[in-house]
């Protein structure tokens, strides 16, 4: 997939211009009902973090429709994915959600949801991982790791937040563009993953660049490359992994906003319009930022495709872990 941590000209032009002529866009009906913006996991994340932002900027759009965000966790992420393909048509339950959303309809036999059942609205932006090693394992590069990993196949073990996670797949895509094999072991998330990171109890991971950034700074982590297409800004001196020798190697979490399908057309582009200068603001950049994503809008058109992309790579990727949950 092809997503890019910072922001292009073209795309930062295309959402100024949308935010200019916010006002002139078309009014959604006074007796319309709450916007309800669903999100597949608990309070505290990033996708949440985004939600409510959202929730907090949209109201001002929107002639004062009331907007909530709706936390339903469980079953990494099914359980609000089908409940919102399942909404009525009408434009008030939206889902605001990541990667998973594409990874989970090969994962799971019965993920509850088709990819047909929703209308991709926008895209706000994606966040990224970071290859990290204990300082005891000497390694200072990714080549290092990979040179290790292929003279002692499946000696070096890497922890992810769990099968499935995004993280884990930026690690397969890796493992099958290097050739080498590599054990994974997947943590409940990833306070666990870097505790043991941290303990050297793990030699290798991938956890955000968030989590990631104070340990590197200190010394305490090794950054040994980004899976985004570019450096992180907070990480300038970690390479990518393209960088490290891989052309093309791309694997970011996207996040994003899709309704479901058969909404009003109308309602549609004007949301889209409202998310692209929303998420044009200095402030909503600033405080996403914090949250380890950078703002990449993409409008209903782009996100669709990359969705579609994403879903593609996605299968393949899990065919390849051969891993798959009743």
Same mark, same amino acid.
């Given at each position: ?41 608990? #309070? ?19 002639? *004062? ?32 959600? %990541? ?12 993920? *509850?949801?088709?990819?047909? &059942? ?18 005891? %394992? ?17 000696? /070096?073990?890497?922890? %992810? ?34 505790? &043991? ?36 800004? &907070? ?9 490290? *020798? ?6 970011? #979490? ?50 669709? %495709? ?9 299968? &393949?990727?899990?065919?390849? /872990? ?5």
């Amino acid at each position: 997939m092809r997503q890019a941590p910072v922001i292009r000209r073209r795309t930062l032009l295309a959402a100024a211009a949308a935010a200019s002529g916010l006002c002139a866009l078309p009014a959604f009906s006074q007796n319309a009902k709450a916007l309800r913006l669903v999100v597949p996991y608990p #309070a505290g994340g990033a996708v949440d973090a985004t939600a409510r932002l959202l929730a907090e900027k949209l109201p001002a759009t929107l002639q *004062g429709r009331t907007v909530m965000v709706d936390n339903r966790p469980g079953a990494g992420g099914n359980i609000a994915t089908a409940l919102v393909a399942k909404s009525d048509a009408d434009g008030s339950t939206l889902l605001v959600t %990541t990667n998973n959303h594409t990874v989970n309809l090969s994962l799971y036999q019965k993920p *509850g949801y088709a990819l047909d &059942d929703f209308a991709p609205i926008a895209q706000i932006g994606v966040a990224g991982f970071v290859i990290v090693a204990h300082p005891s %394992t000497n390694f200072k590069t990714l080549a290092d790791m990979l040179s290790a990993a292929r003279a002692k196949p499946n000696s /070096i073990s890497f922890g %992810t937040g769990g099968n499935g996670h995004p993280a884990h797949l930026a690690a397969e895509l890796l493992k099958d563009r290097a050739k080498v094999s590599m054990q994974h072991v997947p943590y409940k998330g990833s306070g666990p993953l870097t505790t &043991d990171l941290l303990g050297g109890q793990l030699p290798v991971g991938l956890i955000s660049v968030t989590a990631a950034q104070p340990f590197v700074a200190s010394g305490q982590l090794i950054g040994l490359a980004v899976t985004t297409k570019d450096r992180w800004p &907070d990480m300038p001196k970690v390479p990518t992994v393209e960088e490290s *020798g891989f052309p093309g190697y791309d694997y970011s #979490a996207w996040i994003g906003v899709l309704g479901r399908k058969g909404m009003p057309e109308a309602e549609m582009a004007a949301l889209e319009r409202q998310l692209l200068a929303i998420s044009a603001t200095e402030d909503v950049r600033s405080r996403l930022y914090k949250q380890g994503i950078v703002v990449v809008p993409k409008g209903r058109t782009e996100f669709t %495709t990359a969705i579609a992309h994403d879903a593609v790579l996605n299968r &393949d990727l899990v065919k390849t /872990i051969g891993v798959q949950i009743d």
